[in-house]
């Protein structure tokens, strides 16, 4: 099984951004934790991450014959990017919407998420540990868990 891992805008900023929500860990740290889960669950994963919404946009696209399940979090794009929504439509890979805080006790604009309607779980809350349970409800899709 192939994931693709999508992180978007500011997400390469973790351990400096907003650190009584997002926590002190960088992002080399979150993506440690992301490979180290997929050898434990016998899954190829491949992370990206970008600031730019057409990016994002091509590389769900792209996904498209390559991956198995994509986990995105888009960032800010959850409260208004319908393109990143149509992509995941039109690739239609099973993919879990990921977040580290919970947009639900934020601001009233972070209740939102467009992206949600095209994905089969959300996770969020979790901080990082989110992103393993989002790995491990992909890969016991495919009847490969290692839970």
Known sequence: ??????????????????????GKATYNDLLSLIEAEGELQGVDITCRQSNHEGVLVDWIQQAYGQFDGIIINPGAYTHTSIALLDALKSVNIPTVEVHISDPDTREEFRKVSYVRAACIATVKGMGFAGYLKAIRILAGRAGISHQ
């Open 1 to 22: 099984m192939k994931i693709l891992v999508l992180n978007g805008p500011n997400l390469n900023m973790l351990g400096i951004r907003e650190p009584d929500i997002y």
